[in-house]
């Protein structure tokens, strides 16, 4: 008997994702070492039993998820990058799981020179969901800088010019968003 824990890749689950999916499902995959990773299993777990009618806690549920926010929060600049580009990559996998779920299906091709991996050919509507991802997380971040700048120094001239590009990032984003109801509206005045 092994010591590894069943869902690593030398003890694959029962419910392992790879073993059954499509070659154009979109697939999610969490680490353990992770520490939203354990948390979403839950969420999902609780989640699945909900839709087989077996009750759901919504407040308990947000009560629990706001815990684990405050305890896994980051702060370190190159680490809060990485989770921020991780989250906006995640965010394109959701899209892309939500179309595969309405039958919008990815064209895929065998990669000719490692047999086996699967090359996704992205078309225009997934390149400006892509765009718009990363738009919308600079949009967040300049909202962030110019707050923390607004408290440093109100008067600093340099407010109203990040202020324009926050409202131009705003905007192009609002252009180039294929998916409906998502649009950015919330600017703050300085």
Not at 12 to 32: N, V
Not at 61 to 83: A, C, G, H, P
Request: hydrophobic fraction near 40%; proline fraction near 7%; charged fraction near 25%.
């Amino acid at each position: 008997m092994t010591n590894e824990p069943i869902g690593s890749k030398l003890v694959p689950s029962p419910l392992d994702a790879y073993a059954s999916a499509e070659p154009d499902e979109p697939i999610f995959t969490l680490q353990g070492g992770d520490p939203l990773a354990a948390p979403l299993v839950i969420l999902w777990a609780r989640l699945a039993r909900a839709r087989c009618g077996l009750g759901f806690e919504p407040e308990a549920t947000m009560t629990w998820l706001d815990r684990i926010f405050r305890d896994t929060q980051v702060y370190k600049s190159n680490e809060r990058d990485d989770l921020l580009r991780r989250a906006t990559e995640s965010e394109a996998i959701s899209w892309a799981m939500v179309n595969y779920r309405q039958g919008q299906r990815t064209q895929v091709t065998e990669a000719a020179d490692q047999p086996g991996l699967v090359e996704l050919k992205l078309d225009l509507h997934d390149y400006k969901i892509y765009c718009a991802n990363r738009i919308s997380n600079a949009f967040s971040e300049m909202n962030d800088m110019i707050e923390q700048l607004s408290k440093l120094d109100p008067d600093n001239p340099v407010i109203e010019s990040i202020f324009n590009e926050i409202v131009a990032l705003r905007n192009l984003f609002n252009e180039i968003e294929p998916r409906p109801g998502r649009k950015l509206e919330n600017v703050h005045s300085w």
